[in-house]
């Protein structure tokens, strides 16, 4: 239903949707942050790009869900899918298009993987192949969802059948080419590590998943946190 049928006062306020003077947040290609939260999804600690990049003071991420930095341009489904699956422990790289606090936005490759008392993310600047493929399949997932009113897991099951016409198999194949892509962009040794490590696993796509997870254990404890 398009907005002209609502009265003016309940239609989409442009603050919802993605402005055209929005800017993108910018960081360095090589910046990783990360943010942890409890198992409720509210946010215990991160590293100072996270809230560098975020624009909010600590005061305003802690303790907050993660919708804080939530993008009106992301489709629900991409959260049903993500939350799914890492509730079931299975850690989760996805594209997440990111709000900052003064409306600002930056793109990011996320990780996210359960940990024992909550989950943690690791997020880097994405720039691989996959990335306009997906950033075109959000756009027609969220006009589906706005014109449709599909529930989020309907949304995620489309947006599952959007990847396997581009030939990936289920969404832990198309983790282990996205991940791989952006990590082979990049050097240093905890890129390396993990590019070598989904290299050697190439001929088994989701068999990577639990040695990728233990290769960035000791983030947990990085000085930079909180
Ligand atoms: C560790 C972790 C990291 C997350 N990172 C983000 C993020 O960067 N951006 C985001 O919008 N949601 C992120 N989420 C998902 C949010 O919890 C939430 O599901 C999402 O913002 C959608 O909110 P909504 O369901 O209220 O629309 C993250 C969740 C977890 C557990």
Known sequence: MGDEKFPAAIRKTPSMKSQHNEAEVPFEFDELFFSRTDKRGKICSGNSVFRRISRF????????????????????????????????GLPTGAYVKNRAKDGDHYWVYTIVTSIEDGYLSVRLKPSGPLFEIVRS????????????????????????????????????????????????????APATAWSSCLKTSAARPGGCTASLARSWEHMRTIDSFL
Do not use: C, N
């Open 57 to 88: 003071d600590w005061d305003e991420l802690l303790a907050k869900p993660h919708t804080v930095i939530r993008h009106a341009d992301m489709p629900r489904g991409v959260f049903w899918l993500m939350w799914d699956r890492i509730r079931r």
């Open 137 to 188: 399949a959000y756009e027609r997932l969220l006009s589906t969802e706005e014109r449709e009113r599909v529930s989020p897991q309907q949304s995620a099951t489309l947006l599952m059948q959007h990847l396997q016409k581009h030939s990936f198999e289920d969404y832990d194949a198309f983790m282990a080419s996205s991940l791989l892509a952006e990590l082979d962009a990049r050097s240093g």
